[in-house]
């Protein structure tokens, strides 16, 4: 039976589930899979949660060299998040010639070049499925699954902690600062949570999905982004009244050698499938040229659904007989034929309000010869016209919109999906 060595690197929320699973579930791996996994070295500076996990006197340890120096380690698995110390201590575990497993999204979106060369030059894999959507296996089905295909987008809802509190402001009526309490308390957001409403967590994972999906380096640096902070109950009282639900979406697109990378809070119609994504689950929409959708679905944060892909790639690394890295030339740098789109092409999820007396202009602008409109509706009692338009450019409706603004205050503005 093949004996294969991990060293886990922070014993926080994640890396105390993946400990948990590897010590619980040892023996049942071991059959699965035939592998004899085992935890030589945790590393923390917490000294008081190794006793927390119930880890053996003699595995707990406050100093790296312990982790880089024993030969024994086969893999290191790295559960600190944040850029540093985490990259020198994971380039140094390639550099020993350790494989890495990484759940830091933000590292690999940042310094992803540096680490794949590093683990190239060794002869070492470098795996990240824990990175993104937490337990859901997207980033193993990017890597080996659609050879018959060209994946022209990936769609989803890729941050828990966000579409947990826009879950709960829309179906209980919480306030925004009392769900991302609770969503903390849960586990699910970021040290700072910032990263997680301002949308720089759904960026990142943006970047490494895009980059796997098109096969072609999507630096997080080309990804436009907004996050749920501006969010307002009213707009989600708009959005119900229309038959859609505000969630912070992800979309990144490419047809030919123009492509859109977007982080937005999107109204979406309730008869979509991401609609009914809630809580703290995830769902990735994975769209090819011949199979067209593929949507995957689980739960995108929490100790347990992200030690659980922790461990898929700790098992998956112990069996290969080589490393797999990315399938693309990973330096960073854009390739020079593709073209970031500015100026997106949506559906828009608009309010304005509008005097009964201007409505008919108002609406004979949108509506008259069902240029512009999907559907709308007029609430005469407060005088609103809520709008969905069809699939046109940013700029061509905020054209619209500028021609009307003596008779029309605009009182939301979202992309939509229908
Ligand atoms: N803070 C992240 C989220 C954790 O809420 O999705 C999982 O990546």
Redesign the pocket.
């Known amino acids: 039976m093949k004996v294969f060595n991990v060293a886990i690197m922070g014993l926080g929320t994640?890396g105390g589930g993946a400990y948990r699973i590897l010590t619980e579930n040892h023996d049942e791996i071991m059959r699965n899979h035939g592998v004899d996994v085992r935890v030589k070295r945790v590393l923390d500076l917490r000294t008081e949660r190794f006793a927390q996990f119930g880890v053996p006197e003699g595995v707990g340890t406050t100093l790296v060299d312990d982790v880089i120096n024993d030969r024994e380690i086969d893999a290191v698995i790295e559960v600190m998040g944040g850029i540093e110390p985490a990259l020198t201590f994971i380039l140094r575990a390639l550099k020993s010639g350790k494989n890495v497993i990484s759940?830091n999204?933000e590292l690999i979106a940042k310094k992803w070049p540096a680490i794949d060369a590093a683990a190239r030059e060794n002869g070492v894999g470098f795996y990240h499925e824990?990175?993104?959507?937490?337990g859901v296996p997207v980033i193993r089905v990017l890597n080996e699954s659609f050879q018959g295909d060209k994946l022209e987008s990936v769609k989803g809802i890729?941050?828990?902690?966000?579409?947990?509190i826009l879950s709960k402001m829309s179906f209980d009526g919480t306030s925004y600062d009392e769900a991302l309490r609770q969503?903390q308390k849960l586990g699910?957001?970021?040290a700072d949570?910032t990263?997680?409403v301002e949308g720089f967590?759904?960026a990142y994972?943006l970047s490494i999905l895009s980059s796997l999906a098109f096969k072609t380096c999507i630096p997080y640096s080309c990804i436009s982004r907004e996050g749920i902070t501006g969010v307002t109950q009213e707009e989600i009282g708009y959005a119900k009244q229309m038959g859609y639900s505000i969630k912070l979406l992800a979309i990144g697109s490419k047809e030919g050698d123009k492509v859109e990378a977007r982080v937005h809070p999107t109204a979406v119609k309730n008869t979509h499938p991401l609609a009914v994504v809630n809580d703290?689950f995830?769902a990735v929409m994975l769209r090819g040229d011949n199979v067209g959708n593929v949507m995957l679905y689980g739960k995108?944060?929490?100790a347990q659904p992200?030690g659980s892909a922790i461990v898929s790639d700790v098992v998956y690394c112990a069996k290969r007989s080589t490393p797999l890295y990315p399938p693309f030339n990973n330096d960073g740098k854009i390739d020079e034929n593709i073209e970031f789109v500015t100026d997106p092409y949506s559906n828009y999820f608009v309010v304005l309000s509008v005097k009964r007396g201007d409505a008919d202009d108002i609406l004979n602008v949108f509506a008259g010869d069902d240029r512009l409109l999907k559907e709308y509706k007029y609430d005469m009692k407060t005088e609103t016209l809520l709008m969905v338009t069809k699939h046109m450019a940013q700029s061509a409706i905020e054209a619209v919109l500028r021609s009307v603004k003596d008779k029309a205050g605009v009182k939301m503005f979202r992309k939509a999906v229908c």
């Open positions: 994640v759940a999204k824990a990175s993104c959507v937490g890729i941050n828990g902690t966000t579409n947990y969503a699910y957001a970021e949570p990263a997680d967590d759904a994972k703290e995830n995108g944060a929490g992200t």
